[in-house]
């Protein structure tokens, strides 16, 4: 089993910034893959972006170029800096941690952007 916390949610302007973080705890093995993914109201979960533990990265094409995933192995955390926001933007934002064939989800934060 792996646990996952998030933190870093909340209300920003348009253009502003939030940074997310995601720190996995449990049965961890040194493979694996962490992700950030998103649900807005009457939509399907959407991926945003995925690191694996080597550092590969792959970011939906709407968050390219104004989101930024990270994450430290020693910890076993993840971040998603979010810059530019945009309304559209606002949705839950699940953490996800996937090993072999097992896949963990974190309990989401919201992330609202408005003015």
């Known amino acids: 089993q792996v646990q996952l916390v998030e933190s870093g949610g909340g209300l920003v302007q348009p253009g502003g910034s939030l940074r997310l973080s995601c720190a996995a705890s449990?049965?961890?093995?040194?493979?694996?893959?962490m992700g950030w993914y998103r649900q807005a109201p009457g939509k399907q979960r959407e991926l945003v972006a995925t690191i694996t533990s080597g550092g590969s990265t792959d970011y939906a094409d709407s968050v390219k170029g104004r989101f930024t995933i990270s994450r430290d192995n020693a910890k076993n955390t993840v971040n998603l800096q979010m810059n530019s926001l945009k309304p559209e933007d606002t949705a839950v934002y699940y953490c996800k941690f996937t090993q072999g064939p097992f896949s963990f989800w974190g309990q989401g934060t919201q992330v609202t952007v408005s003015s």
């Open positions: 449990g049965n961890i093995f040194s493979i694996n893959v």
